[in-house]
């Protein structure tokens, strides 16, 4: 059994996208045709929604996220106010892949997705060799699975 935990540049990785969302709505705004009043209480209404996800939500958010790889199946749990947890056994399991996005790829991270017959599990940024390290585990569980 190996558990793995979200590195601390994840979070960061987090907080640069919601400012690039947060300035690209506040720029949009400046661009609609609608009183100044209105575009004032938007633009209030979106900092403020920034900096909840800035200080409270992504923090909780990226200690809340555990991925345990066990004998037989993978354990993943997530979440702030709505905890989920995913157990995906290895039988189920269809197809794994990293995901590097040009931003991610300039912090060393990778997103692991996990696709089952109808879903699929998306695994936030691990650090390279941890998603490595997972991809490889899964892996060998499978073909041990398949030699039985």
């Known amino acids: 059994m190996k558990t793995y935990a979200l590195p601390k ?9 919601a400012a690039l969302a947060a300035l690209l709505l506040i720029a949009i705004c400046f661009f609609l045709p609608i009183p100044f009043d ?18 409270w939500y992504l923090p909780k958010f990226i ?18 106010i709505i905890e989920n947890t995913h157990i995906l056994p290895f039988s189920r ?7 590097q996005t040009p931003l991610s790829k300039l912090f060393s991270l ?4 996990l696709k089952a017959a109808r879903f699929r599990i998306f695994v ?3 650090s390279s060799a941890d998603a ?3 991809i490889s585990e899964i892996n060998s569980e499978e073909i041990y699975e398949k030699n039985l």
């Open 132 to 134: 490595q390290s997972l």
């Open 63 to 80: 200690c809340s996220c555990r991925i345990t790889v066990l004998k037989d199946s993978i354990i993943i749990k997530r979440g702030v």
């Open 124 to 126: 936030p940024e691990l």
């Open 93 to 99: 399991l269809i197809h794994t892949l990293t995901v």
């Open 9 to 17: 540049k994840t979070l960061w990785l987090w907080r640069i996208r």
């Open 38 to 55: 209105i575009m004032a209480i938007l633009c209030c209404v979106i900092l403020f929604l920034f900096c909840g996800a800035y200080f």
């Open 110 to 113: 990778n997103m692991v997705l």
